[in-house]
């Protein structure tokens, strides 16, 4: 018999938990997951990477012109540069681009760009009602279900990301004002009027992949 792998231990585990318990893992996992892909290579990244490699051509005070400048050699010569419209799209202003890539003497791309949300997101104290719940009709839309937590980061995470490819800014709300609201996930959705059974059935996936992935380890009794 094959070695119990630590993905079938995780499985066996999850089985073992009440549903509210298995949406947290869901979150705390997907949460993780997130972290260490925006930190591998998070869109920030991309920016600063530009940035740091014209002000290594420049030399001196990078300013929009010498930006626009050392970009059309630097492109020329066949390197990936981001154009300067887009980086000040981005970051919102020239100011906050320069000071992202001084920052970036010193820390990591992720933690410049949690900085610069958290200035944005500090001055939209709370979200009204209505905001939350247009945000969560969107997400059970495009996934045709009431979402978990992790589908419901996943999704807000992509249409960010998609809006930002556009140039856009888009803002949505994490799972975070509806927990502090109403004290969970689960009860968030029942003020918003999805009845047990349509809250209930954002498990059924997860069960069914646990399900699965335990049958090999359930105990079989030796035919004679």
């Known amino acids: 018999m094959a070695p119990t792998s630590a993905v079938d231990i995780i499985a066996v585990a999850f089985v073992a938990l009440l549903p509210v318990e298995q949406e947290e893992a869901f979150a705390r996992i997907s949460d993780t997951r997130l972290k260490r892909i925006a930190g591998e290579e998070g869109e920030t990244a991309r920016y600063i990477r530009s940035l740091r490699r014209v002000a290594e051509r420049v030399g001196g005070d990078l300013t929009p012109d010498t930006y626009k400048s050392a970009r059309r ?129 954002r498990f059924e996936p997860g069960r069914a992949r646990a399900a699965e992935a335990i049958e090999p380890y359930k105990y079989r009794s030796s035919e004679h």
């Open 73 to 201: 050699e630097l492109v020329s010569a066949g390197e990936d540069i981001l154009d300067l419209n887009a980086v000040i799209r981005y970051f919102h202003t020239w100011r906050a681009a320069k000071e992202a890539v001084g920052l970036s003497e010193t820390t990591t791309p992720l933690k410049i760009e949690a900085r610069f949300r958290s200035r944005l997101i500090g001055k939209v104290q709370t979200y009204r009602e209505e905001v939350l719940r247009d945000a969560l009709e969107k997400c059970v839309a495009a996934l045709g279900h009431v979402p978990l937590v992790v589908e419901y980061a996943h999704w807000r995470h992509r249409e960010i990301e998609l809006a930002k490819a556009r140039g856009k800014d888009l803002w949505l709300p994490s799972d975070s004002p509806y927990r502090r609201r109403w004290g969970d996930w689960d009860s968030a959705l029942q003020h918003f009027g999805y009845d047990d059974e349509a809250r209930l059935k």
